[in-house]
C-alpha cells in the first residue's frame, strides 16, 4: 500500500498555531496535498470561516493520530480516510480528537465531518467534545470502527450539539 501511495509527513504541533493564520492555512495544504498516507499526525486546527480543504479529500490512512481542533470552517471533508493506525495517540488516549470547533459567538463553526470511509482504528479513543454546530457524528457506530478489546478511552459529548441538527 505505501510502496504506490502519495506519502506525506504529518506534523506533531497538538494545538501550537504556526505563526499568522494565513502562514497556519498555507502550511496545511503544503504538507497535504495530495497526500494519501500521513506518516505520523493529521493535524488540521485554527482553520477560518470560508477556507477550502478539498485538498483533505486524498487522504486514506493515517499512522498516528487526528486532530480535528479550534476550527472555525463549516467542512473538514475526509471522505477517503479509512484506517487511523493511531501509532502515536494524541493525549497519550486518543487516536481521532474533535475539539472545540466553533467560533466564540457560536454562528459559525464546524458542521460536516465526512468520514464515510473509516472502517478502522487500530489503537487508542476517539473523543468528540465542544462541536456546538457538529451533526451526525452520533449516528457512527463507534464500537465497529475502534479495536474495544484494547479498552480505550472514548468519550463522546453530542448533547451540546444536537439541537442544531436538522434531521
Not at 37 to 56: A, G, K, M, P, Q
Not at 92 to 97: E, P, R, W, Y
Not at 126 to 151: H, Q
Request: aromatic share 8%; charged share 20%; glycine share 4%.
Amino acid at each position: 500500500f505505501l510502496l504506490s501511495s502519495t506519502v506525506c509527513q504529518g506534523t506533531n504541533n497538538k494545538l501550537t498555531q504556526l505563526g499568522h493564520v494565513e502562514d497556519h492555512f498555507t502550511s496545511l495544504q503544503r504538507m497535504y496535498n495530495n497526500c494519501e498516507v500521513v506518516l505520523s499526525n493529521l493535524e488540521i486546527t485554527y482553520v477560518e470561516h470560508n477556507r477550502d480543504l478539498t485538498f483533505l479529500k486524498t487522504i486514506q490512512e493515517v499512522a498516528g493520530y487526528v486532530l480535528i481542533a479550534l476550527n472555525m470552517v463549516d467542512v473538514i471533508p475526509l471522505e477517503n480516510l479509512q484506517i487511523i493506525r493511531g501509532n502515536v495517540l494524541y493525549d497519550n488516549s486518543f487516536a481521532l480528537a474533535v475539539l472545540s470547533n466553533y467560533h466564540m459567538n457560536k454562528t459559525q463553526g464546524l458542521r460536516e465531518l465526512p468520514m464515510k470511509r473509516l472502517s478502522e482504528i487500530l489503537n487508542g479513543g476517539v473523543k468528540i467534545s465542544n462541536n456546538p454546530k457538529l451533526c451526525n457524528m452520533d449516528t457512527v457506530l463507534w464500537n465497529d470502527i475502534i479495536d474495544t478489546s484494547r479498552k480505550p478511552l472514548t468519550v463522546l459529548d453530542f448533547a451540546s450539539n444536537l439541537s442544531s441538527c436538522k434531521y
